[in-house]
């Protein structure tokens, strides 16, 4: 198994989604926040497993968990969270690839 680390990006995506959760309900946002924890892990023990996007950059994996997608990338025995973001926003733009339009 992999270790498991978490960008900057990928922590304050995971504060930003349980700050608009904690809105309706602070235990829903620790819940759902606390299930992206989970997958995360999950990734951790079989990151090869995970859908690879190359397309949308070198080495991006992504793992879906509802309406969300975590992004990671394995780096050596490393398995690194790079952002976690709702599947309906425009994800080239967010990761810094622009449109093929």
Not at 7 to 35: H, M, Q, W
Not at 66 to 85: A, K, M, N, T
């Amino acid at each position: 198994m992999a270790s498991l680390t978490f960008s900057p990006k990928s922590r304050e995506d995971l504060l930003d989604i349980g700050d608009y959760i904690a809105t309706d309900s602070r235990a829903n946002a620790r819940r759902f926040v606390g299930k992206l924890m989970e997958q995360c892990r999950r990734i951790g023990k079989a990151p090869l497993a995970y859908t690879g996007r190359e397309d949308l950059a070198p080495g991006l994996r992504m793992a879906a968990m509802g309406r969300y997608v975590i992004f990671f990338r394995v780096l050596g025995d490393v398995v690194r969270i790079e952002r976690v973001l709702h599947g309906a926003r425009n994800l080239q733009a967010i990761l810094g690839f622009p449109s093929e339009e």
